[in-house]
């Protein structure tokens, strides 16, 4: 016999390890499990941080770069706060959740924002600038398509990457076609919290008109208004300066709009005039600083037998209602009269359409929905318990304001009301909606800004001595004008960089 025993019955050379292996999956945890009772609780916590890590994957980590990022792009608040469950924090990186879903807009740019500080691994993919690209897609889809190029920053490839913010780019080449996207989220979020805060300023426009101003209309290059005074003016956007005068009506311009091209208004003297829109002059042209010049109208529609209340119009269609309680429809192309709708039955305050649909609200009290191509009057809504000045048609939603002191949202397709706004104290004249806030102007002398999801109302702007006619705005300001003869910018751009916002 041999004294270490080798040839002692029982022997083995099967180790502890390969016992392990023979047992199936359950059976190993049982035996773990047994062990793990009988050390102390000190061992026990020091083995479940060893433990736990092997818990969880990364699992964009683990993906090619180009999977990854395709995978954050579509990133919600959902997602972020399953990384948060999973405990993919690093270190005291971790963010709070319930502050960010405070804000309004905590959706892809928000969660996009949080991911940054996931781990460095989705730091690395989030910092991708498709993904900031469909973020602020998802965040704001109606201002996605006017977001426009501009020069980037003095920056190299990799500070590209990594989307910083741009700087001058005087004197240095550059892709025009590049548009750094987490920095145009980051800007728009700036935009943002001004409005919801009333960071804003609030300028007069010199304007000539010697009487009320009930119409206006604005773009990045002009301010076009008009008066009870019959004329159109032209004001320069950016230096406020007076640049054209349209003379051609014989009463009141109650309404107008335009495009690149043309201008149509329409008047108290039942008359729709059509212009041709000069071009302003450029920054530095001598012509600039020029008298301004007088604009006579290229073409007359007549039709209406009394006011032009208000008229919508696009390549095809000019929509016109009436004091007279009737809407027409014209080519734009040869101003021929194409149909007339009836039905109202009082004043057709206002119209508005997109496509074959059109919506009208009357002093009657109802908002009307019409299919353009066979005249049908498809649906009418009621809910106002008195006369409808203004409304507004985008999408899936009418929203409406009235002398009743309210404004109500309704659905377009089935006539649904969805909600009533409060706060106004007289007629609500003049309204605009975009995916995000509700502007109203009244004659209780007041714009309010509302939100347009949960109905709140989010500011109150004073400046107008007198009726508040009309209001339009974009991502960037608000544009009123009033009975008080004044027209006043709200710009709420203060520390924000608008240069891409188109």
Same mark, same amino acid.
């Given at each position: 016999?041999?004294?270490?025993?080798?040839?002692?019955?029982?022997?083995?050379?099967?180790?502890?390890?390969?016992?392990?292996?023979?047992?199936?999956?359950?059976?190993?945890?049982?035996?773990?499990?047994?062990?793990?009772?009988?050390?102390?609780?000190?061992?026990?916590?020091?083995?479940?941080?060893?433990?736990?890590?092997?818990?969880?994957?990364?699992?964009?980590?683990?993906?090619?770069?180009?999977?990854?990022?395709?995978?954050?792009?579509?990133?919600?608040?959902?997602?972020?706060?399953?990384?948060?469950?999973?405990?993919?924090?690093?270190?005291?990186?971790?963010?709070?959740?319930?502050?960010?879903?405070?804000?309004?807009?905590?959706?892809?740019?928000?969660?996009?924002?949080?991911?940054?500080?996931?781990?460095?691994?989705?730091?690395?993919?989030?910092?991708?600038?498709?993904?900031?690209?469909?973020?602020?897609?998802?965040?704001?889809?109606?201002?996605?398509?006017?977001?426009?190029?501009?020069?980037?920053?003095?920056?190299?490839?990799?500070?590209?990457?990594?989307?910083?913010?741009?700087?001058?780019?005087?004197?240095?080449?550059?892709?025009?076609?590049?548009?750094?996207?987490?920095?145009?989220?980051?800007?728009?979020?700036?935009?943002?919290?001004?409005?919801?805060?009333?960071?804003?300023?609030?300028?007069?426009?010199?304007?000539?008109?010697?009487?009320?101003?009930?119409?206006?209309?604005?773009?990045?290059?002009?301010?076009?208004?008009?008066?009870?005074?019959?004329?159109?003016?032209?004001?320069?956007?950016?230096?406020?300066?007076?640049?054209? *005068? @349209? /003379?051609? $009506?014989?009463?009141?311009?109650? #309404?107008?709009? =335009?495009?690149?091209?043309?201008? !149509?208004? %329409? &008047? +108290?003297?039942?008359?729709?005039?059509?212009?041709?829109?000069?071009?302003?002059?450029?920054?530095?042209?001598?012509?600039?600083?020029?008298?301004?010049?007088?604009?006579?109208?290229?073409?007359?529609?007549?039709?209406?037998?009394?006011?032009?209340?208000?008229?919508?119009?696009?390549?095809?269609?000019?929509?016109?209602?009436?004091?007279?309680?009737?809407?027409?429809?014209?080519?734009?192309?040869?101003?021929?009269?194409?149909?007339?709708?009836?039905?109202?039955?009082?004043?057709?305050?206002?119209?508005?359409?997109?496509?074959?649909?059109?919506?009208?609200?009357?002093?009657?009290?109802?908002?009307?929905?019409?299919?353009?191509?066979?005249?049908?009057?498809?649906? *009418? @809504? /009621?809910? $106002?318990?008195?006369?409808?000045? #203004?409304?507004? =048609?985008?999408?899936?939603?009418? !929203?409406? %304001? &009235? +002398?009743?002191?309210?404004?109500?949202?309704?659905?377009?397709?089935?006539?649904?009301?969805?909600?009533?706004?409060?706060?106004?104290?007289?007629?609500?004249?003049?309204?605009?909606?975009?995916?995000?806030?509700?502007?109203?102007?009244?004659?209780?002398?007041?714009?309010?800004?509302?939100?347009?999801?949960?109905?709140?109302?989010?500011?109150?702007?004073?400046?107008?001595?007198?009726?508040?006619?009309?209001?339009?705005?974009?991502?960037?300001?608000?544009?009123?004008?009033?009975?008080?003869?004044?027209?006043?910018?709200?710009?709420?751009?203060?520390?924000?960089?608008?240069?891409?916002?188109?």
């Amino acid at each position: 016999m041999d004294i270490d025993g080798s040839d002692d019955e029982g022997y083995s050379d099967l180790t502890a390890p390969h016992l392990v292996e023979r047992l199936s999956e359950t059976q190993r945890a049982e035996v773990a499990v047994q062990l793990l009772l009988t050390v102390s609780c000190e061992t026990l916590a020091r083995v479940t941080d060893r433990l736990v890590p092997l818990t969880k994957r990364d699992f964009v980590a683990w993906l090619p770069m180009e999977l990854g990022v395709k995978i954050l792009s579509f990133v919600g608040s959902s997602l972020c706060a399953s990384a948060s469950a999973l405990g993919l924090w690093v270190g005291e990186d971790r963010p709070s959740l319930g502050h960010a879903h405070s804000h309004a807009h905590f959706s892809g740019f928000a969660s996009l924002a949080t991911c940054l500080r996931v781990s460095r691994s989705w730091a690395q993919v989030a910092r991708d600038n498709a993904c900031w690209r469909a973020a602020f897609r998802a965040a704001w889809p109606r201002s996605f398509e006017r977001v426009a190029p501009r020069p980037p920053s003095i920056v190299d490839s990799s500070e590209k990457k990594r989307s910083v913010t741009p700087v001058s780019t005087v004197g240095s080449s550059y892709d025009p076609a590049y548009i750094d996207w987490k920095h145009v989220c980051l800007q728009r979020h700036l935009l943002d919290r001004n409005w919801r805060t009333g960071t804003y300023t609030a300028t007069e426009i010199p304007t000539p008109h010697k009487e009320a101003i009930y119409c206006l209309q604005f773009d990045r290059d002009k301010i076009v208004s008009g008066s009870r005074d019959h004329t159109v003016r032209i004001h320069d956007a950016k230096t406020l300066q007076l640049r054209s *005068t @349209l /003379v051609g $009506h014989i009463g009141s311009v109650l #309404c107008l709009q =335009f495009d690149k091209t043309s201008l !149509v208004t %329409g &008047s +108290s003297d039942s008359r729709i005039l059509i212009w041709s829109l000069p071009p302003l002059p450029s920054a530095g042209d001598p012509s600039a600083e020029t008298t301004p010049s007088t604009i006579h109208p290229t073409h007359i529609l007549k039709g209406h037998t009394e006011s032009v209340l208000n008229l919508k119009f696009d390549s095809s269609r000019i929509l016109s209602c009436s004091k007279d309680k009737t809407i027409k429809v014209w080519s734009s192309v040869d101003g021929s009269l194409l149909r007339t709708l009836k039905g109202h039955r009082a004043a057709v305050n206002a119209v508005q359409f997109r496509g074959r649909l059109a919506v009208s609200a009357s002093g009657d009290r109802t908002i009307k929905v019409w299919d353009l191509e066979t005249g049908e009057n498809m649906r *009418t @809504l /009621v809910g $106002h318990v008195r006369g409808i000045a #203004c409304v507004q =048609f985008e999408g899936d939603l009418i !929203v409406s %304001g &009235s +002398s009743d002191k309210t404004i109500r949202i309704w659905n377009v397709h089935t006539g649904q009301h969805l909600r009533t706004l409060d706060g106004h104290m007289e007629l609500v004249r003049t309204l605009q909606f975009d995916e995000s806030i509700i502007v109203s102007g009244s004659y209780d002398q007041s714009i309010k800004v509302w939100d347009m999801k949960s109905g709140s109302q989010l500011l109150a702007l004073d400046a107008h001595r007198h009726r508040v006619f009309k209001v339009q705005f974009n991502e960037c300001r608000i544009v009123s004008c009033s009975q008080d003869q004044r027209i006043i910018v709200w710009d709420f751009t203060s520390g924000v960089d608008t240069s891409f916002f188109n």
